[in-house]
């Protein structure tokens, strides 16, 4: 950098230095060991379920009823302050929960209360990533029809961690799907940055299109690698663990 630049980046620091606020000196670093319970910072904690295992998701479907995924393989419904016994959905016999597998994530369509479409992420009993589309039985709130599973995506998966897993809508409407680099450490194979595969990357779909027919997705017209063919349509971004 030459002098007169530097000169000038210093003059103009020195005039608009005296307009600029105080920074408040930072708080003293809170100590341990702190409770897990009562209340932290504004933030009170209760205890309202028990004896469920591993809890991987917690949504809504618009209403008063919250679903907790649990990483075993079942869905089920909190509500009033306790779990009903009979499961939203049970996919124990379709999982295998050895290392980070298993039933990993739950997302409720937009209109759900108009289509009655969930979306489900968890891993095959060979490994490999499945996202399917359920739908709620006609009859009966409180229960998905198994019978209404459509698998959208099967995505082979070469060890059992980092599978990613989460499922969620966006505002723009359209399903994100987070995938994990496939797993090993330090993600040996490059998957999160080879443009060959969808480990390692953040999908986006379009779950309304194709409805009724195969993939029972399509892919948005703003999708940055739309008709490239490599990277795949899915990918929305890369270089993800």
């Known amino acids: 950098m030459n002098r007169s630049l530097r000169f000038s980046l210093t003059t103009l620091l020195l005039l608009i230095s005296p307009s600029l606020p105080a920074r408040a000196a930072d708080p003293a670093p809170a100590k341990g060991p702190f409770p897990v319970a009562g209340t932290v910072q504004g933030v009170s904690l209760q205890q309202v379920t028990s004896n469920l295992g591993a809890v991987t998701g917690i949504t809504n479907a618009g209403d008063g009823r919250l679903f907790l995924t649990l990483r075993a393989g079942r869905i089920v419904i909190l509500e009033n302050g ?3 016994s009979q499961p939203f959905l049970d996919v124990q016999s379709l999982t295998t929960t050895d290392g ?3 039933l990993l994530s739950t997302a409720f369509h937009p209109r759900y209360s108009e289509n009655g479409f969930f979306f489900v992420n968890y891993t095959n009993l060979q490994g490999d990533t499945v996202v399917a589309r359920y739908q709620v039985s006609a009859g009966d709130p409180d229960r998905a029809n198994p019978a209404s599973a459509r698998i959208l995506l099967t995505i082979a998966q070469p060890f059992s ?3 990613g897993g989460q499922l969620q809508f966006g505002p723009d409407g359209y399903l994100y ?3 994990g680099d496939g797993g090993s450490a330090f993600d040996p194979a490059c998957r999160a940055q080879r443009t060959d595969t969808l480990l390692g990357k953040m999908l986006r779909i379009d779950v309304d299109q194709n409805v009724a027919t195969p993939p029972f997705y399509g892919i948005p ?3 940055p690698f739309r008709g490239a063919g490599d990277p795949p349509d899915e990918v929305w971004a890369s270089g993800l663990r």
Request: hydrophobic share 25%; proline share 0%.
């Open 100 to 102: 980070e597998r298993g």
């Open 82 to 84: 306790s779990v009903r």
């Open 161 to 163: 961690n980092h599978n």
């Open 177 to 179: 799907i987070g995938m």
């Open 221 to 223: 017209a703003t999708n």
